[in-house]
């Protein structure tokens, strides 16, 4: 049911009185209105999804730890949800040992949402919020710094925006391993369709594919300016916000060092372009070093035809001399991109939100108590296009299994479907969950038999990973694992005919999305949960049902 403006400030504040006394750390409040609207990304006019009128929607500029308050008012025609993607979100601070949580349908996509899989918002945990209703979301930047982004969790939104950037920025009191930058810039880049997000969603119900992007968008235009001034330096965070391609993004001229990828600090490498795989965000530094003039950014389709691009003015303040020419393209393909993933190193000497480095935990150390094979491919049921993996492709029901774990409802989802090998047989579909144990460390290994780009994302963790391979994954792959310092992420892509490895200590309990981050791939049925279960039910491992959880399916009438 809708509430008014005052009714949710008098509710916020009756709750909060009794918090704020003792809070260490700042509280921001939001208000955001989600609605239709007109843009042109393409340069056409067509329908996209504004948040407070803006697409993108707003910039959430937040420091580590800040407790974020927000009141989304859904004013589109069907219910929806958004997915928060940054690695790690606490739902609630504790009063009098109650936990204080209003964020239960925010998908928090790449937050470690420490013991709240409550707060995912993902169709698994959370109910949707109606049309023409609101909610409030509480939730906490717990232990986090760097570049991540928000967008629509449910069917096919995202084609229509409704995304934006989220930012961390460290403590003053924690050391960053570079300079303060001259200046800040986002970029929101990905491919674009002029087809709206119904449409769409009818190509892929009725069994079809999607067709192929129309252009690729930085900050929902083909082409924009971002000014400084020559001899500073400034930030570059780059987020792939597209359905289903990977991009390559390059400045003219200008070598980018790349410092951060998802939260995690990276050594300082320098390169003239990076690959950024859907769903991922890389952030680099860039040194206005060269001759005052304009110089041409490039965001351009990578691995599959036609090329697009979209471009982006790097004009320096005193410039007089307009863009001409262009940056080179990418002299490599599959091999020297995964050769540059594999580049990829942690600063295991950099904090990241805490004092203490990166590599004090020393994760290739830890022998895995379990490894899981996850083979997707692409299936034919009853003549429509699927997706699956391990034989098992997921379909959604209307009882989020959160829900159904928290009350008991029987017949919601199976544990015994989803296993952790490939068995080569046929493919099934069902509500997959994949049970596993609180505090094991275990290893995952995508294995992709396909001759398409995958990329993976896992909500409420981020992994280390550990490995790139051409071909079949056997266990004698494990000697090229680098456990050392891989970087940690929360999305993995993996080359076609390929396999990429990751580790991950399950120290974070609930219900979690395992997905590809292609969209259509996920939304017909390449994804799975995973139920992290602790028989040790307590506060100090996961926190209880939110007073005001939202209900539906067959947990409606049941009481929290």
Known sequence: MRKSS??????????????????????????????????????????????????????????????????????LDEPFLLTWHFANLAGGNFCFGTPVMFAENFAKNGIKQRKNSWQDGVLGTNCPVPSKSNYTYIFQAKDQIGSYNYFPSTKMHRAAGGYGALNVY?????PVPYATPDGDFTLLVGDWYRTGHKKLQGFLDSGLSLPSPNGVVINGKTQ?????????????????????????????????????????HTQQNMYSSLDVHVGQTVTVLVTLNQVPKDYRIVV?????????????????????????GWPAEPNYQ????????????????????????????????????????????????????????????????????????HFKIPGVYSTNTI??????????????????????????????????????????????????GSGQWSAAKKKTYNLVDAPTRHTAQVYPSSWTAILISLDNQGMWNMRSAIWDRQYLG?????????????????????????????????KP
Not at 230 to 248: E, V
Not at 310 to 322: C, E, F, G, I, P
Not at 425 to 435: D, N
């Open 6 to 75: 005052s009714m949710w400030f008098t509710t916020i504040l009756a709750v909060l009185s009794v918090c704020l006394v003792n809070a260490d750390d700042p509280y921001r409040y939001y208000t955001w209105t989600v609605t239709y609207g007109t843009a042109s990304p393409l340069g056409f006019p067509q329908q996209v999804i504004l948040i407070n009128g803006q697409f993108p929607g707003p910039q959430l500029d937040v420091v580590t730890n800040d407790n974020i308050i927000l009141n989304l008012f859904n004013n």
């Open 170 to 174: 460290s403590r003053p009191q924690i």
């Open 224 to 264: 924009t300016t971002f000014t400084g001034d020559q001899g500073k330096t400034y930030k570059f965070r780059i987020s792939n916000m597209g359905l289903s391609t990977s991009i390559n993004f390059r400045i003219q001229n200008h070598a980018m060092k790349l410092v951060e990828c998802e939260g995690s």
């Open 419 to 468: 296993q952790d090998m490939p068995s080569g047989g046929g493919v099934s579909v069902a509500t997959s969950v994949m049970p596993a144990n609180h505090h094991d460390f275990i290893e995952v290994v995508f294995q992709n038999n396909e001759n398409k780009m995958q990329s993976w994302h896992l909500d409420g963790y981020d992994f280390w990973v550990v490995g790139y």
């Open 334 to 405: 599959l091999h020297g991109s995964m050769e540059q993933a594999r580049t990829y190193r942690w600063n295991l000497t950099a904090s990241a939100a805490r004092p203490n480095p990166q590599g004090s935990f020393h994760y290739g150390t830890i022998t895995p108590k379990r490894t899981i094979v996850l083979a997707n491919s692409a299936v034919l049921i009853n003549g429509k296009r699927r997706y699956a993996v391990n034989g098992v492709s997921y379909v959604n029901v209307d009882t989020p299994l959160k829900l159904a774990d």
């Open 300 to 324: 351009s389709t990578r691995f599959n035809r036609p090329l697009l691009n979209a471009t982006a003015v790097l004009h320096y303040s005193n410039s007089k001399t307009s863009v001409s």
């Open 526 to 558: 390449q994804q799975f949960y995973l139920r992290v279960w602790d028989s040790v039910q307590s506060l100090a491992n996961e926190y209880d049902i939110p007073s005001n959880v939202l209900l539906c399916g067959k947990a409606v009438g049941r």
